[in-house]
T-cell receptor, first 109, second 116 residues
Framework: KNEVEQSPQNLTAQEGEFITINCSYS?????LHWLQQHPGGGIVSLFM???GKKKHGRLIATINIQEKHSSLHITASHPRDSAVYIC???????????FGEGTQLTVNP | SAVISQKPSRDICQRGTSLTIQCQVD?????MFWYRQQPGQSLTLIAT?????????ESGFVIDKFPISRPNLTFSTLTVSNMSPEDSSIYLC?????????????FGAGSRLTVL
């Protein structure tokens, strides 16, 4: 069983919809990262969380340390949000990350 | 946050050859890492590049296959040695500055390697 599980694996939405991607982990962590990977392969760091909630534009990330669960929300989704979203955990506070399998998001106009 | 220049962006290589990938950071960073992303899969950490000393490899990765250099706080290389088709992957580096609760990482654009 993977230490980091994401759901769903694939998600298709219509423009404007509210999107939620979930991440569950089974190990103790110092931080959790949400990453975005575009088709060319480049990765952008969206959030790093150790507790609570963070918001940046239309993106919101939450984490519940007791339940070992995090969610990434996208409000008013847009086709440019289409990408793979990856959850990664830092078990050691040294940024040696363990990655989830990723969620392929497609937003149709 | 730091900006990373990674090259080459892609390459096609012959079996048995070696390829060196470079990551140049625009500022000094305390942490640099190398990852592999095999086709259709997520990322796997290969190693931590340590400045001035040998890299720290994750389980399943060895120095003879993936030698890493980090001569200073802004530059690192990963070599994929004696390549086989199974090494066809995207290789990425990341960098960051370690701080209390603030280990934000920046990623390179990736090097897409195809081994024939």
């Amino acid at each position: 069983k993977n230490e980091v599980e994401q759901s769903p694996q694939n998600l298709t939405a219509q423009e404007g919809e509210f999107i939620t991607i979930n991440c569950s982990y089974s190990v103790g962590i110092s931080a959790l990262h949400w990453l975005q990977q575009h088709p060319g392969g480049g990765i952008v760091s969206l959030f790093m969380l150790s507790s609570g909630k963070k918001k940046h534009g239309r993106l919101i990330a939450t984490i519940n340390i007791q339940e070992k669960h995090s969610s990434l929300h996208i409000t008013a989704s847009h086709p440019r949000d289409s990408a793979v979203y990856i959850c990664a955990v830092d078990k050691t506070s040294g940024s040696r990350l363990t990655f989830g399998e990723g969620t392929q998001l497609t937003v149709n106009p | 946050s730091a900006v990373i220049s990674q090259k080459p962006s892609r390459d096609i290589c012959q079996r048995g050859t070696s390829l060196t990938i470079q990551c140049q950071v625009d500022s000094q960073v305390t942490m640099m890492f190398w990852y592999r992303q095999q086709p259709g899969q997520s990322l796997t950490l290969i190693a931590t590049a340590n400045q001035g000393s040998e890299a720290t490899y994750e389980s399943g990765f060895v120095i003879d296959k993936f030698p890493i250099s980090r001569p200073n706080l802004t530059f690192s290389t990963l070599t994929v040695s004696n390549m086989s088709p199974e090494d066809s992957s995207i290789y990425l580096c990341s960098a960051g500055i370690q701080g209390t609760g603030a280990n934000v990482l920046t990623f390179g654009a990736g090097s897409r390697l195809t081994v024939l």
